[in-house]
């Protein structure tokens, strides 16, 4: 058996619990540069705002209803999840962490237990340690766990347990195809022109004709739905074939001297996660370009990929390599909106091969490498930076209804009177 923790609403959810004055108000949260909405509660849902609309279309709803207006806080979003994710590992010996707001557990060696039960007290536990609202999913099978917490969101119970074949078939005629975990747009829209248009219907085609349509994946998929378990849970995480970090700055840039300290801080964001993976990067990609949206500007957009003399993740040496390609790109009289880093030829950090004529990181800096992440992460991100990132930070985000890091920083800790 498997279940599926799933955070309700999850970063709407995490601005409450500092704010408890946001209990029943509508509330969102932005997209980079406060531009899109990509996250609403049930009453911010219930006012038809929709997910992804630019929040200048919904201003007068906004003013109206006076909805709660946040930029995306990932610091403090990132805590609380560890926090949910912490809490949730001590009920299971085995989870998989699928997002930020998502995991799988395994319920193997609990068919005694009362499931009920337990699926009741974890979503408390969860939200007394936390504050966060749960929705527990439980079935045979980690496609079924999806579709389980789905009748959880939409009954507005905590949880949902399909164990029998009447359960899960009653669950199944009332999933949309398109809400089946797996089926993309494309499916969704091939499988309705051929009038299948719940999970149900999609569970009583043949496997061969499941198969030629949709290859071994779609097959798997059908069992999973039938009860039949293809996949298990995944707890060594893969490594990234490519690492990126990129931004839409604040304002427009025309000064190359800001671009580059932009890039330098993404090529070092770059690097702590080929470190954080145990993996180099034997090539780098730079990109940058203008706003697409103003017709009234000259357009220009570029990227070239730089080859390393020897796979590395040493910060200096991919920032000097990522400064080097953006000049090379970097053309006078644009007003750029938008940069970023891509880490490309990744290989493990064990498999570099030596070159003769550039040395290789050796163990000193891979030692200075390894204290400036432990004070990086202890301190704060950047805390600890190499000259060429700067510290003006003039191609930022915009973030003008950031909420405090309550639970991260100390300056930002609610005072109790």
Not at 82 to 95: C, G, I, Q, S, W
Not at 231 to 242: C, F, W
Not at 371 to 394: F, P, T
């Amino acid at each position: 058996m498997f279940a599926l923790a799933d955070c309700n609403n999850f970063y709407a959810s995490c601005e409450r619990v500092f704010n408890p004055s946001l209990e029943k108000k509508a509330v969102v949260v932005l997209s980079n540069n406060d531009g899109c909405v990509i996250a609403r509660s049930n009453e911010a849902k219930a006012l038809n705002i929709a997910m992804g609309v630019p929040v200048y279309q919904i201003k007068d709803i906004v003013k109206k209803h006076q909805v709660a207006v946040f930029s995306t806080n990932f610091t403090l979003y990132g805590d609380m999840s560890n926090r949910v994710m912490n809490t949730l590992a001590e009920f299971v010996p085995d989870m998989e962490i699928y997002s930020i707001d998502e995991a799988f557990l395994s319920l193997d060696g609990f068919e005694h237990y009362n499931l009920e039960a337990y699926a009741e007290k974890i979503t408390k536990t969860v939200r007394k340690n936390t504050g966060i609202p749960l929705s527990l999913g439980i079935a045979p099978t980690k496609t079924l766990a999806k579709a389980a917490n789905k009748t959880a969101k939409k009954s507005g119970k905590f949880y949902c347990i399909l164990n029998d074949e009447e359960s899960i078939t009653n669950a199944l005629k009332k999933l949309d195809i398109e809400d089946v975990w797996g089926i993309g747009r494309r499916y969704a829209a091939f499988l309705r022109k051929h009038n299948i248009l719940t999970a149900y219907d999609f569970t009583c085609q043949p496997e061969s004709w499941i198969r030629k349509h949709m290859t071994v994946m779609g097959q798997r998929l059908l069992k999973e739905l039938k009860g039949i378990p293809c996949y298990t849970l995944e707890n060594d995480i893969p490594a990234k074939k490519n690492i990126c970090t990129a931004r839409s700055f604040g304002k427009m840039i025309g000064d190359v001297e800001q671009l580059q300290e932009a890039v330098a801080s993404f090529a070092a964001r770059c690097a702590e996660k080929l470190r954080r993976q145990k993996s180099c990067a034997a090539a780098i990609m730079v990109f940058l370009h203008t706003n697409f949206h103003r017709k009234d500007l000259p357009q220009y957009a570029r990227s070239i990929v730089v080859p390393l003399p020897h796979a590395t993740n040493y910060t200096p040496e991919l920032i000097k390599y990522a400064i080097y390609g953006l000049t090379k790109i970097f053309k006078e009289g644009y007003a750029y909106k938008k940069a970023g880093v891509i880490m490309v030829e990744i290989i493990p950090s064990n498999s570099v091969q030596g070159n003769l004529f550039y040395p290789v990181a050796d163990e000193k800096t891979k030692a200075v490498m390894d204290v400036v992440d432990d004070l990086n992460a202890k301190y704060g991100r950047d805390k600890v930076r190499i000259l060429a990132q700067g510290y003006s930070k003039a191609w930022k985000m915009h973030q003008e209804k950031l909420s405090p890091c309550y639970s991260t920083r100390l300056s930002d800790i609610p005072h109790v009177y």
